[in-house]
């Protein structure tokens, strides 16, 4: 079992930042990919950010890339979401995913454990 805490969301205006944080515990977090998924209200959910075990990988969907960074601190087995430029968009509930499988997490969009979620809010 992995367990996945996210932290950092919040209320900001549009052009501001955020980060996230997603503090794991469990089974060895540098065995992980791990992601970051967003699910606004009456949408699906869709994967913002990856980046794989070895931190050879990243993918960002298309409408984040330039604005958000994804990052790995295998030793405090920590994943993060710097999220610049921030628009009312972007406003959803935030989810940390890990997965053993770098295609299973970025290709199907799916993962075997999901953190809790943290609303990000930004205002116009």
């Known amino acids: 079992q992995v367990q996945l805490v996210e932290s950092g969301g919040g209320l900001v205006q549009a052009g501001g930042s955020l980060r996230l944080s997603c503090a794991a515990s469990g089974r060895t977090f540098s065995n992980y990919a791990m992601g970051w998924f967003r699910q606004a209200p009456g949408k699906e959910r869709v994967l913002v950010a990856a980046?794989?075990?070895?931190?050879?990988?990243?993918y960002y969907v298309d409408s984040v890339k330039g604005r958000f960074t994804i990052s790995r601190d295998n030793a405090k087995n920590t994943v993060y979401l710097q999220m610049n430029n921030l628009r009312p968009e972007d406003t959803a509930v935030y989810y940390c995913?890990?997965?053993?499988?770098?295609?299973?997490?970025?290709?199907?969009?799916?993962?075997?454990?999901w953190g809790q979620g943290t609303q990000v809010t930004v205002s116009s």
């Open positions: 980046i794989s075990w070895r931190d050879d990988n990243t």
């Open positions: 995913a890990a997965d053993l499988g770098w295609d299973r997490l970025k290709l199907d969009q799916n993962a075997d454990y």
